[in-house]
């Protein structure tokens, strides 16, 4: 049996995600969606609250299974019995960042391979960031995230007001 670990923030969880995790249930026999509790980022969710988005996703997906985690991907991949990391790729200045992190974490983890799956074309441009300053403005997330992750982000941004902007990385789509 193949365990294959899909680690990420995850803050939210968007349709790229989702699909990336999905084609990955099909080529391993168990996927760990795991979702990485300290990220050297600002998050808008807490952990708890990423978690539940990530679960309500795949619930429907038996071989899918949703946790939360911290330290070196490396070692829990090797914890949760992964053989394989999976990574996405969007676009072109994603693999190497994940390049990087393949060989940092083969270097870590000799026994442990990394996968990367290529976004359909459709998320390609998908980005939780992006998602995020969509929402913060109050723009339409049809066809980017799950329906209850844009309800999320439009309640924590309502209940954020002003102070909302400093909790986004804004990548300039209003420029």
């Known amino acids: 049996m193949t365990t294959a670990?899909?680690?990420g923030s995850f803050d939210p969880i968007t349709n790229g995600h989702v699909d990336i995790a999905t084609r990955a249930a099909?080529?391993?026999?168990?996927?760990?969606?795991?979702?990485?509790d300290r990220p050297l980022k600002t998050l808008?969710?807490?952990t708890s609250e990423r978690l539940a988005m990530a679960k309500q996703a795949f619930t429907d997906i038996p071989n899918i299974e949703v946790v939360s985690y911290n330290g070196l991907t490396a070692n829990f991949a090797r914890a949760m019995g992964a053989e394989v990391i999976v990574r996405g790729l969007r676009v072109l200045s994603d693999f190497e960042l994940e390049f990087q992190m393949a060989?940092?974490?083969?270097?870590?983890?000799?026994?442990?391979?990394?996968?990367?799956?290529?976004?359909?074309?459709?998320?390609a441009f998908l980005s939780s960031s992006i998602a995020k300053?969509?929402?913060?403005?109050?723009?339409?997330?049809?066809g980017m995230v799950p329906s209850y992750v844009a309800t999320a982000l439009a309640d924590k941004f309502h209940r954020l007001g002003p102070d909302a902007s400093g909790r986004v990385q804004i990548v300039s789509l209003r420029e």
């Open 103 to 123: 060989l940092t974490n083969r270097k870590l983890a000799p026994d442990i391979d990394t996968v990367c799956l290529m976004t359909r074309q459709e998320h």
């Open 5 to 7: 670990l899909y680690p």
């Open 26 to 36: 099909v080529l391993f026999d168990k996927l760990v969606l795991a979702v990485y």
């Open 133 to 142: 300053e969509i929402a913060m403005v109050g723009g339409c997330l049809n």
């Open 44 to 46: 808008l969710f807490s």
